[in-house]
């Protein structure tokens, strides 16, 4: 199986910063692409961002120009630095990895989350 762990989440005031990391462990040949979705209470789950293991990202309308996605390969980690928080922007962030474990089997797992608030 495959674990992901995200980090970062907190409360920040409107305007601020956050930096969340989710590290992918277990039996991974290679990940295709690692994405951020968030939900927030009362709404579906949607996608924030998401990156290609070649680096290419992208990003829904309502972020793009305020969070940034990257990621580092050889630690099976993907980073959402997200700059000028909005109150909308809060939410529990869910990382998501597309992993081939072997040549053969490709599978799609989920981190458990890390809440986002962003409050004055």
């Known amino acids: 199986q495959v ?8 409360l920040v005031q409107p305007g601020g910063s956050l930096r969340l990391s989710c590290a992918a462990s277990g039996r991974i040949f290679s990940i295709v692409t690692m994405g951020w979705y968030r939900q927030a ?12 293991s070649g ?3 992208n990003y829904v309308d309502t ?18 630095q997200m700059n000028s928080l ?10 998501n990895a597309d992993v081939w474990q072997t040549a053969l089997s490709r599978m799609s797992f989920w981190g458990k989350g890390t809440l986002v608030t962003v409050s004055s």
């Open 55 to 57: 680096g290419s990202p």
């Open 63 to 80: 972020v793009k120009g305020r969070f940034t996605i990257s990621r580092e390969n050889a630690k099976n980690t993907a980073y959402l």
């Open 86 to 95: 909005k109150p909308d922007d809060a939410a529990v962030y869910y990382c």
């Open 41 to 52: 209470p009362g709404k579906q789950r949607e996608l924030v961002a998401s990156i290609t």
């Open 3 to 10: 674990q992901l762990v995200e980090s970062g989440g907190g």
